[in-house]
């Protein structure tokens, strides 16, 4: 089984997708108890919300003018803490989403790398072999060329030119090579 074909970090990060929502429901309840993340951080979104929502629902149903009451603090609050907890999750389901994407773009940078290497290599062999081509080109035209020179085989060939040394008479080479014995 190949390493890659199972897809582990996939898995991972599902895991902590689904770890995250109880994290969120504990953050909307914690942030529900706490009088400032109810006052400043729930009850603000939970409003804007609720004047976004039925602003666009009064609009598709026609009424144009019509204003729009806000909510009391405590559902204005509970919808918040909602917004809170399903942004917390999209924020870990985002970020998961993001460290896959990194993920991926690092193993294919990795194998454009190797390919980019192995072509790299691939070209200095041939580069390699197309020398040595030509050096054998070389040598097959040099020996064309000496056995173009030779006879052809059906004739005798002229005999080697011999260079033949004079010869000379023993007597005067050995009184020549002896040493005068006044001079010793």
Same mark, same amino acid.
């Given at each position: 089984?190949?390493?890659?074909?199972?897809?582990?970090?996939?898995?991972?990060?599902?895991?902590?997708?689904?770890? !995250?929502?109880?994290? #969120?429901?504990?953050?909307?309840? %914690?942030?529900?108890?706490?009088?400032? @993340?109810?006052?400043?951080?729930?009850?603000?979104?939970?409003?804007?919300?609720?004047?976004?929502? +039925?602003?666009? $629902? +009064?609009?598709? +149903?026609? @009424?144009?003018? !019509?204003?729009?009451?806000?909510?009391?603090?405590?559902?204005?609050?509970?919808? %918040? #803490?909602?917004?809170? /907890?399903?942004?917390?999750?999209?924020?870990?389901?985002?970020?998961? +989403?993001?460290?896959?994407?990194?993920?991926?773009?690092?193993?294919?940078?990795? $194998?454009?790398?190797?390919?980019?290497?192995?072509?790299? !290599?691939?070209?200095?062999?041939?580069?390699?072999?197309?020398?040595?081509?030509?050096?054998?080109?070389?040598?097959?035209?040099?020996?064309?060329?000496?056995?173009?020179?030779?006879?052809?085989? /059906?004739?005798?060939? !002229?005999?080697? &030119?011999?260079?033949?040394?004079?010869?000379?008479?023993?007597?005067?080479?050995? &009184?020549?090579?002896?040493?005068?014995?006044?001079?010793?």
């Amino acid at each position: 089984m190949a390493v890659g074909a199972f897809p582990i970090a996939k898995l991972l990060y599902l895991g902590v997708r689904q770890l !995250s929502k109880p994290v #969120a429901n504990r953050l909307k309840a %914690g942030a529900l108890r706490s009088d400032f @993340f109810k006052t400043y951080v729930c009850l603000p979104p939970g409003q804007i919300y609720h004047w976004v929502e +039925m602003r666009t $629902k +009064m609009r598709i +149903m026609g @009424f144009r003018g !019509s204003t729009i009451k806000p909510l009391n603090e405590e559902a204005a609050a509970e919808l %918040g #803490a909602e917004l809170l /907890g399903e942004a917390i999750i999209f924020i870990v389901g985002g970020g998961c +989403m993001i460290l896959e994407y990194s993920r991926q773009a690092a193993n294919s940078k990795r $194998k454009e790398e190797e390919l980019s290497h192995t072509i790299g !290599s691939l070209q200095t062999q041939i580069g390699e072999l197309a020398l040595n081509t030509e050096t054998l080109d070389a040598r097959l035209r040099e020996v064309n060329r000496l056995l173009l020179s030779l006879p052809p085989p /059906g004739l005798a060939p !002229s005999p080697p &030119a011999t260079t033949q040394l004079p010869v000379s008479d023993p007597a005067t080479t050995l &009184a020549s090579s002896s040493v005068d014995p006044s001079q010793k």
